[in-house]
């Protein structure tokens, strides 16, 4: 089940004399954390190095997401996927024969697009939450995701669908033990930090 996330870092055009036309930004972020309704999140270095050494070859560059408006391949050699300490680099040489090609460069190279995001599928995360009343939110880290693509996008203020929110409820429920149902609800009414201080008081049933 694939999610995605919406980094306020920014994509740049870059154009050459032989007249090629070049995106670049960052796909992700590493150790920054951002909020997603009721709780915090943020991607772990390593967390691409699996997907990028078992499946480099499938990874694109879409336009905002949309498979029917690709920009890039690394099976093409038209785009490029890189790590290093800030995070998830990416490429994407643009086509400014087709039509994509030639809108997505327009709207990075006059600012118009600003922003980048990826879509994943989580391996392995891992839950914390603060101490009994404190004012910090519990905290999601993504430490293994299988990655598919990342576009730049107009949008980086919404950093989570309420599918991803599901998604996020799926895996809290089962590292709590609890009923899938209970985390979606405390998300969704983003009162998860009393969520877990509930089950950090609730006694254990007796055997």
């Known amino acids: 089940m694939r999610e995605t ?3 306020a870092t920014p994509v740049e055009a870059r154009g050459t004399t032989d007249g090629s036309a070049t995106i670049a930004g960052y796909g992700a972020v590493f150790d920054t954390p951002y909020e997603v309704w009721g709780f915090t999140e943020s991607v772990a270095p390593g967390a691409f190095d699996k997907s990028l050494k078992a499946r480099y070859d499938e ?8 498979a029917a408006r690709v920009l890039g391949t690394t099976a093409s050699d038209t785009a490029r996927f890189s790590i290093d300490s800030h995070g998830l680099a990416y490429e994407a040489d643009l086509d400014l024969l087709d039509p994509d090609g030639v809108s997505t460069w327009r709207k990075v190279s006059t600012g118009k697009v600003r ?11 891992e839950w914390t939450h603060p101490e009994e009343n404190s004012k ?5 880290t993504l430490r293994e995701v299988k990655l598919w693509e990342a576009s730049p996008v107009l949008w980086g203020a919404n950093p989570a669908t309420q599918v991803d929110l599901k998604r996020a409820a799926r895996s809290l ?3 709590l033990k ?3 149902g209970d985390p979606e609800q405390a998300i ?8 877990f201080d509930a089950r950090a008081t609730t006694p254990e049933p007796a055997p």
């Open 5 to 7: 996330r919406i980094f």
């Open 59 to 66: 990874l694109a560059v879409l336009a905002d997401h949309d």
């Open 115 to 125: 922003q980048s995001s990826f879509a994943f599928e989580v391996v392995k995360d």
């Open 136 to 140: 910090e939110l519990p905290h999601r």
């Open 173 to 175: 429920a089962a590292v």
């Open 178 to 180: 609890a009923d899938e």
């Open 188 to 195: 969704t009414e983003a009162r998860l930090a009393a969520f």
